[in-house]
């Protein structure tokens, strides 16, 4: 059983920031990319950003400059920081990894349940 749960979602001004946290756990040999996405009322779940085990990042155009997504290998946690917040920016954010049971075995995807965070104007 792997579990990915997420934290750091909230109410903020628009300006302001807030930084996501989401930690996997359960039966895990090993995890590849780990990832944000988000989902707004009313439209398709969209990528935030992703990032490799070696560290290798991307964005979305829509957050370049303003979000920061980094990693802890060892602690299975992946972050999102998000800075100079605008209310476009409101939506669910899901977290995702691509996670490996056993030596060998394949990479499966798994999710987390949601944060929400509103950024009022």
């Known amino acids: 059983q792997v579990q990915l749960v997420e934290s750091g979602g909230g109410l903020v001004q628009a300006g302001g920031s807030l930084r996501l946290s989401c930690a996997a756990s359960g039966s895990i040999f090993s995890i590849n990319a780990m990832g944000w996405y988000r989902q707004a009322p009313g439209k398709q779940r969209e990528l935030v950003a992703t990032?490799?085990?070696?560290?290798?990042?991307n964005y979305a155009n829509s957050v370049k400059g303003r979000f920061t997504i980094s990693r802890d290998n060892a602690k299975n946690t992946v972050f999102l920081q998000m800075n100079s917040l605008k209310p476009e920016d409101t939506a669910v954010y899901y977290c995702?990894?691509?996670?490996?049971?056993?030596?060998?075995?394949?990479?499966?995807?798994?999710w987390g349940q949601g944060t929400q965070v509103t950024v009022s104007s």
């Open positions: 990032i490799t085990r070696g560290g290798r990042t």
């Open positions: 995702n990894a691509q996670i490996s049971l056993r030596y060998g075995g394949g990479w499966y995807d798994y």
